[in-house]
């Protein structure tokens, strides 16, 4: 059993993020159970949440003749452009019916700026604007994360590796986890992780 210095970070297991939404990752729902009793093993338990207005920046609809997934540069750097997703209220941004969401100690929203992402659960994507994930898992104690959600490829391992800069230890249940890969991110996100010191496991 995880003991009470590590907190578990299931990140936006979400309606748009499994088959039939949005920004589907393929096979994003088969993850929920393990999720699951994960949520039963861990003393402190976050969940994230992606929570974009519908003018978000990082939508290719709110620019004019962008292709979803193409790549524009932003003041804080490279952004995909990606179809509207887990827009505010709506059924896509709910957190999977299946998941255990009530054994969270903490949800939290993040790429609720209209200007900016928010793939990491510590920052912006602009990596100064802090979400207040941090403060709260060491005012809880916690000095280990362990990761799973979705995608491994973005959100997942942008939290990770922030979570190294930031002090933590940090593993990433690959297993309970799931990828977009686009353009062979999947391989760097991995690489990108592992030469950061996350630990990767089953």
């Given at each position: 059993m995880p003991g009470e210095t590590q907190a578990l970070i299931v990140i936006d297991l979400q309606n748009d993020f499994c088959p039939g939404g949005a920004l589907a990752v393929a096979g994003g729902n088969e993850i929920v159970p393990r999720v699951n009793a994960l949520l039963d093993a861990f003393p402190i338990r976050v969940l994230t949440q992606d929570w974009h207005p519908a003018d978000h920046a990082s939508f290719a609809e709110n620019h004019a003749e962008a292709a979803p997934f193409s790549v524009i540069e932003m003041p804080y750097g490279q952004q995909v452009l990606w179809p509207a997703h887990c827009v505010q209220g709506s059924h896509g941004a709910a957190l999977h019916a299946d998941l255990h969401s009530d054994r969270a100690d903490l949800i939290l929203r993040k790429g609720f700026r209209a200007g900016i992402d928010s793939y990491s659960a510590f920052y912006e994507n602009d990596r100064e604007t802090a979400t207040g994930l941090a403060g709260y898992l060491r005012e809880r104690g916690a000095t280990h994360?362990?990761?799973?959600?979705?995608?491994?490829?973005?959100?997942?391992?942008?939290?990770?590796?922030?979570?190294?800069?930031?002090?933590?230890?940090?593993?990433?249940?690959?297993?309970?986890?799931?990828?977009?890969?686009?353009?062979?991110?999947?391989a760097d996100a991995l690489e990108k992780m592992r030469a950061a010191g996350v630990n990767l496991e089953p």
């Amino acid at each position: 059993m995880p003991g009470e210095t590590q907190a578990l970070i299931v990140i936006d297991l979400q309606n748009d993020f499994c088959p039939g939404g949005a920004l589907a990752v393929a096979g994003g729902n088969e993850i929920v159970p393990r999720v699951n009793a994960l949520l039963d093993a861990f003393p402190i338990r976050v969940l994230t949440q992606d929570w974009h207005p519908a003018d978000h920046a990082s939508f290719a609809e709110n620019h004019a003749e962008a292709a979803p997934f193409s790549v524009i540069e932003m003041p804080y750097g490279q952004q995909v452009l990606w179809p509207a997703h887990c827009v505010q209220g709506s059924h896509g941004a709910a957190l999977h019916a299946d998941l255990h969401s009530d054994r969270a100690d903490l949800i939290l929203r993040k790429g609720f700026r209209a200007g900016i992402d928010s793939y990491s659960a510590f920052y912006e994507n602009d990596r100064e604007t802090a979400t207040g994930l941090a403060g709260y898992l060491r005012e809880r104690g916690a000095t280990h994360l362990t990761f799973a959600g979705l995608a491994t490829d973005f959100c997942v391992a942008w939290s990770a590796l922030d979570a190294v800069r930031l002090g933590f230890g940090a593993t990433v249940l690959t297993r309970a986890c799931r990828a977009i890969d686009l353009d062979g991110s999947l391989a760097d996100a991995l690489e990108k992780m592992r030469a950061a010191g996350v630990n990767l496991e089953p």
